[in-house]
């Protein structure tokens, strides 16, 4: 199963971008219950006309279907549908593609590098120290090279898939401050 985002561009009826927003966030509160839900965000437009970007992450396609199927889904979309009557535009991506990518995103809502730079710190720390502590007594008889390859490979693979969408979500907080 891969993890699965959903990008959705949307304007709101001019003089109602505040209901839009207020909409939209409710709606995403109630999506963060859905099973497989990992993150979720709003991202409102620069200047006054555009559209707002939705974005949503689910463990799986499946996840991501059975919300947007939801009896829940479809209350807050006709609720949305009242203070917007524009269509709207859904893209969807495996997650992994975008982690690195901008696409769709503007450069003011990226997080300050230093703070990224930290969160993912959080991240490597604790497991670059695992499985140096642990594999490396049974890995020293391996020469060096592929030893190293072994354990870069294990803490990206482990960082980018295990850890890192639970500490984008945990730390949403302190990396958009």
């Known amino acids: 199963m891969e993890q699965v985002t959903r990008i959705m561009h949307r304007r709101a009826d001019p003089g109602r971008e ?15 219950r859905a099973k497989g839900y990992l993150f979720s965000t709003l991202i409102p437009p620069r200047v006054e006309g555009e559209e707002f970007h939705v974005v949503q992450t689910f ?17 807050w979309h ?57 594999l490396f007594p049974v890995l020293e008889p391996v020469p060096f090279i592929p030893r190293m390859v072994i354990f870069t490979a294990l803490i990206v693979i482990t960082m980018f898939f295990g850890a890192l969408p639970y500490l984008l979500r945990w730390m949403g907080w302190f990396l958009h401050k």
């Open 18 to 32: 505040k209901d839009y927003e207020e909409l939209a966030r409710g709606m995403l509160e109630a999506c963060s």
């Open 59 to 75: 463990a799986s396609q499946a996840d991501l279907d059975a919300w947007r199927q939801s009896r829940a889904a479809h209350e």
């Open 78 to 134: 006709e609720r949305i549908n009242e203070v917007c009557a524009h269509t709207t535009e859904y893209r969807t991506f495996n997650t992994a593609d975008l982690w690195f990518s901008t696409t769709g995103l503007t450069v003011n809502n990226q997080p300050p590098r230093w703070r990224m730079a930290i969160v993912i710190w959080m991240g490597i720390f604790p497991i670059a120290s695992f499985y140096i502590w642990f």
